[in-house]
């Protein structure tokens, strides 16, 4: 009596996506982040320093042990966006060589690292 393989589920192409309006979002340097992690959801904040412009603003935040720093963003995505989103900042980031992972790390030691 022979077995039937079971045979793999047949995925269907990923949807064709038009990106649209990209130029008509500001553009806002984060200075500090975090992500927040739900049954359901990753939310990461983004966080931008509050620099102080005026002379009186800025004697008085000397006195201040820490910097206040504003949320200008909140992004939740689901927990396969997060896998892709983290997958693509990782691949960005060795592209621009800022980060090694396996595929980009010798695989003998460097003279620094004996």
Known sequence: MA????KPEEQSPPEELEFIGMGDVPALHADAFFVLQS???FTIYF?????PNLKREIKKTEAISTK???CF???AVSPMGFVSLTQALVHHASAAGLVRTASTSPSTPTKDEE
């Open 3 to 6: 077995e039937e393989q079971a």
């Open 39 to 41: 049954a359901d959801s």
């Open 47 to 51: 966080f931008q320093h509050d620099i």
């Open 68 to 70: 206040q720093t504003k």
């Open 73 to 75: 963003a909140r992004i």
